[in-house]
């Protein structure tokens, strides 16, 4: 009898789970989620200059960075990287201009910073997030490209307004809304 009870229970509660699934309908897409940062990164900029012995290289002029299919533009790029048994890439540091482009998904911004260690990308001052028609804007984003997850703050430091095109310190943005039948 307990055994009878038990199964009835367990489909019980799975059939509302699926149910429950199904009136959620599907769930939304991960902005730059499940990206590759130990993937090549390739670049192409108007000049560039080797600091080897500060373990870095600027780029300047209408640069390009492509790493797995995302797509950062800039005025200027500094890239960090130490020398053990080959170059790493540790970090990047991108300004005047920033867009970051990947499958649909864009982020824009007057400052960004990739840390490909912890990979997450930080865009500061002016930033948007676009994804598809849905819009966010705000001072500043930090994206997880691990999780997905991109959390937006309405001041670029989180403490002043300084750079923000929104004097109040707060986060704005538009979502669609699927069209319902009447």
């Known amino acids: 009898m307990k055994l009878h009870l038990f199964l009835f229970l367990a489909a019980g509660t799975a059939l509302l789970a699926a149910s429950l699934l199904l009136l959620a309908g599907p769930a939304p897409a991960q902005v730059f989620g499940s990206h590759n940062s130990n993937a090549p990164v390739t670049f192409d900029a108007g000049r560039i200059e080797v600091q080897d012995r500060a373990d870095r290289v600027v780029l300047s002029g209408a640069v390009r960075v492509e790493q797995a299919g995302m797509t950062l533009n800039s005025a200027r790029m500094t890239v960090a990287y130490r020398s053990v048994g080959g170059i790493e890439i540790d970090r990047i540091d991108a300004s005047g201009g920033v867009t970051i482009r990947k499958a649909g998904d864009t982020a824009t911004g007057n400052v960004a910073i990739y840390d490909l260690n912890r990979r997450l990308?930080?865009?500061?001052?002016?930033?948007?997030?676009?994804?598809?028609?849905?819009?966010?804007?705000?001072?500043?984003?930090?994206?997880?490209?691990?999780?997905?997850?991109?959390?937006?703050?309405?001041?670029?430091?989180?403490?002043?307004?300084?750079?923000?095109?929104?004097?109040?310190?707060?986060?704005?943005g538009t979502f669609t809304v699927p069209q319902r039948k009447n």
Do not use: E, H, K, Y
Not at 129 to 146: C, F, K, P, Y
């Open 121 to 172: 990308i930080t865009l500061i001052g002016n930033v948007t997030l676009t994804q598809g028609a849905n819009r966010l804007s705000g001072g500043r984003v930090i994206i997880d490209l691990a999780s997905g997850r991109s959390t937006i703050d309405g001041r670029s430091t989180g403490g002043s307004s300084v750079g923000t095109q929104d004097s109040s310190g707060r986060v704005s």
